[in-house]
């Protein structure tokens, strides 16, 4: 593909971003250069390389969503984890393999519990300081 037809797809997606309410940032994207655009639901995405951003104001701030993110990705991992051993608890024909299978779903319930607390918890708290 061409520069210029490169360029003329990216303004379209600029365009078509705007026309549905989107905003313009004055930030560019690290990884391609381009202007970012935060769409109506908050999330602030780069047109060109499709990647999601999130803009912090300071170090505090930063280490807060880097925070989230990590409890999110802890999350979705227990849950995967929680979708295979449930098919090995339905699949299990011995009862000591039942039992160290619930364990390890036990344990897994209770990640997933605390991760969403603790995101509740510091949703409340965000919203106490807005």
């Known amino acids: 593909m061409s520069q210029k037809k490169d ?3 990216l303004v379209k997606e600029m365009a078509v971003l705007l ?4 905003a313009m ?8 250069n381009v202007p970012l655009f935060k769409l109506k639901t908050g999330e602030v995405i780069c047109p060109k390389c499709k ?21 999110k990705e802890v999350e979705r991992a227990a849950i995967e984890q929680l979708h295979r051993f ?7 024909t011995a009862p000591h ?10 344990s ?15 949703l409340e708290a965000a919203k106490g300081k807005g």
């Open 7 to 9: 360029d003329k797809d």
């Open 19 to 22: 026309k549905s309410g989107a």
């Open 25 to 32: 940032l004055n930030y560019l994207c690290p990884n391609c």
């Open 51 to 71: 990647r999601r951003f999130v803009i912090v104001s300071g170090e505090e701030e930063e280490f807060k969503v880097k925070g989230n993110l990590v409890i």
């Open 86 to 92: 449930s098919r090995q608890l339905s699949s299990a």
């Open 97 to 106: 393999d039942a039992i160290e299978v619930s364990n390890v779903l036990l």
């Open 108 to 122: 897994l319930l209770e990640i997933v519990r605390l991760a969403r607390k603790i995101r509740a918890e510091d």
